[in-house]
């Protein structure tokens, strides 16, 4: 859905730890996913992505998790690491166009 | 090295004074994209191109205009900025995601423009 409101959702947690980063989307047409990094000043860096055909996908320290029935996809970070810190988004593809529907996004902020 | 360049990377205009925010990629990219980013929210989609073909949005300001001269430069042009219109800018790029089913934007660092 559309990104709405001004207070983004926050996700503390200490270095080392694993962290989960949830996104619950709602057309149920949607068939690609993709997750984004954006730290402070920068433009969004793509991390992973994943198409509806899967239901888990990995990448270095990463995975995406994609549960279709309850739409619903997750971000799982692997020991992480201050450098981490940023605001994630998720977005989804939903039809035969050439654009992304982008998630609010969650900050996350790790610990040391 | 640099695949997606904005410039300038600052820019401060006057209210309703004329302003243009560039951008330019090496990646050899069919489609360009414009997004408009406040604080703590989701890039918002002005438009794209896919090659010389324009997609506006439909919620897009007509005071937001975009040129596309070839693939490698795009340039958004906001006629009349309003204290609204001060945000982030950001380009990106895309091979064309309906062929390629990929839908991975690479995105330069955006342009932060201020309105007085």
């Known amino acids: 859905g559309e990104s709405v409101g001004l207070h983004l959702p926050t996700l503390s947690v200490q270095e080392g730890d694993n962290s989960i980063i949830n996104c619950a989307y709602s057309?149920?047409?949607?068939?690609?996913f993709i997750w984004y990094k954006q730290e402070s000043g920068k433009g969004p860096q793509f991390i992973i992505d994943?198409?509806?055909n899967m239901d888990k996908r990995q990448g270095q320290r990463v995975t995406v998790l994609l549960n279709k029935t309850v739409k619903h996809l997750s971000l799982q970070i692997a020991a992480t690491q201050p450098g981490d810190s940023a605001v994630y988004f998720c977005a989804e593809n939903a039809g035969n166009n050439r654009k992304l529907i982008w998630g609010l996004g969650t900050s996350l902020a790790v610990n040391p | 090295d640099a695949m997606v360049i904005q410039n300038p990377r600052y820019q401060v205009t006057q209210f309703g004074k004329p302003v243009t925010l560039s951008c330019s990629q090496t990646l050899n990219h069919n489609v360009m994209y414009w997004y408009q980013q406040k604080s703590s929210q989701a890039p918002k989609l002005l438009f794209h191109?896919?090659?010389?073909?324009?997609?506006n949005e439909a919620d897009t300001p007509d005071n937001f205009q975009s040129r596309r001269p070839n693939t490698s430069f795009c340039f958004l042009d906001i006629r009349s900025p309003g204290l609204g219109d001060a945000a982030m800018y950001l380009c990106?790029?895309?091979?064309?995601?309906?062929?390629?089913?990929?839908?991975?934007?690479?995105f330069g660092p955006g342009t932060r423009l201020t309105v007085t």
């Open positions: 990106a790029t895309s091979r064309d995601p309906i062929r390629e089913i990929s839908y991975e934007q690479y």
């Open positions: 191109y896919y090659d010389k073909d324009f997609n």
């Open positions: 057309n149920s047409a949607s068939d690609y």
């Open positions: 994943i198409r509806s």
